[in-house]
Nanobody
Framework: QVQLVESGGGLVQPGGSLRLSCAAS????????MGWYRQAPGKQRELVAAITSGGSKNYADSVKGRFTISRDNAKNTVYLQMNSLKPEDTAVYYC?????????WGQGTQVTVSS
């Protein structure tokens, strides 16, 4: 059974930082492209950042220079370090893994940026 379990969300003030984690099980993690998506109320889910099995990364323009995606294949975990958070970063953040047509999602973790 495949599971992607996110953690690390919460309430943070503008300018603050959070680190999200996504622990995967039931897949050969090292072979998967892992990504973080987010969905704000009334908006479509959007890609925030992704990292391939080879370590290549890409980011949404809105988070470049502020967010960093990384992975630890030994721990089957992908991370999203979020710095300089803005109110517009408020959303539910979802972990995603895909490989050769197989796609899996986590249950999501809420990130709220507010003073």
């Amino acid at each position: 059974q495949v599971q992607l379990v996110e953690s690390g969300g919460g309430l943070v003030q503008p300018g603050g930082s959070l680190r999200l984690s996504c622990a995967a099980s039931g897949i050969i993690f090292s072979m998967y492209t892992m990504g973080w998506y987010r969905q704000a109320p009334g908006k479509q889910r959007e890609l925030v950042a992704a990292i391939t099995s080879g370590g290549s990364k890409n980011y949404a323009d809105s988070v470049k220079g502020r967010f960093t995606i990384s992975r630890d294949n030994a721990k089957n975990t992908v991370y999203l370090q979020m710095n300089s958070l803005k109110p517009e970063d408020t959303a539910v953040y979802y972990c995603n893994g895909h490989f050769r047509g197989n796609t899996y999602w986590g249950q999501g973790t809420q990130v709220t940026v507010s003073s």
